[in-house]
């Protein structure tokens, strides 16, 4: 039978496709992406990541396999502080101020996740996460493979999603998600290729938002 995760990937490629040519990502695998650009999405990436952490938390107190629990633990623990200590890098790097709202685009996809983990299955709250691990791991492998210049103030950053401490952690998250999911009926992995989605979008969306300086217009 083919796993879930196949099939997922599938629906969500020109979403991926999409995350590849925006500027965002062609200019920080060149290394020519402005530094307010990347400052902001380190700001709001650090605030997502915030939530994020408490998120998969809250995944761990719902599942009953005690090694899929200790997993998504040690994703909201260990994975998101080795994040943090990256961003706290170059917030310094980049004299970022520290205090900043949430863009519209981190508070769309943090609502989201939310929303998925307090009124949706498991199952589902499951698959919402599962694309900040996959797709990121995909961009840092895509980016390490095809940048061509030796010098990039970004390098770090590439390093840490194109590594091999980060590809363990999204081999695990993509196991047990697919361990879930072929326990689910076929309208519940509907639902969850659907949270899969538009978490997706929402990546895209993300690096968009910080792209363009996304400000609330009011």
């Known amino acids: ?27 920080l695998m060149e290394g020519t992406l402005p530094k307010e650009k990347f400052s902001f999405y380190i700001q709001q990436d650090a605030l997502y990541l915030a939530t994020f952490g408490r998120v998969l938390s809250g995944i761990a107190s719902k599942l009953t396999d005690a090694n899929h629990v200790q997993d998504f633990l040690e994703f909201s623990s260990g994975t998101i502080m080795v994040e943090r200590e ?8 980049f004299d970022v101020a520290s205090s900043i709202e ?6 769309l996809y943090t609502n989201y996740l939310e929303a998925q983990l307090a009124t949706k299955p498991l199952e589902v709250a ?6 900040c691990f996959w797709i990121y ?29 980060f590809a363990e ?10 361990v879930i999911a072929s326990q689910a009926t076929e ?4 639902e969850m290729t659907k949270a899969f989605t538009m978490a997706s979008k929402m990546e895209w ?3 968009d938002s910080a792209y363009q300086l996304e400000s609330w217009k009011i």
């Not at 879930?4 to 965002?24: E, G």
């Not at 949430?102 to 508070?107: G, I, L, R, V, Y």
Request: aromatic share 12%; glycine share 4%.
């Open 1 to 27: 039978m083919t796993k879930w995760s196949t099939n997922a990937w599938s629906t969500i490629t020109p979403i991926y496709d999409k995350i590849l040519l925006h500027p965002f990502i062609t200019e």
């Open 86 to 93: 990256l961003h706290k890098t170059f917030l310094t790097t």
């Open 102 to 107: 949430k863009s519209p685009a981190c508070t």
């Open 126 to 131: 499951i698959a919402a996460v599962l694309p």
């Open 137 to 165: 791991k995909e961009v840092g492998d895509y980016i390490l493979a095809n940048q061509t210049k030796a010098e990039n103030p970004y390098q770090e950053w590439i390093n840490t999603y194109g590594g091999e401490a």
């Open 169 to 178: 952690s999204v081999r695990k998250a993509i196991e047990i998600t697919n």
């Open 187 to 190: 309208q519940q992995q509907a």
């Open 205 to 207: 969306l993300f690096w």
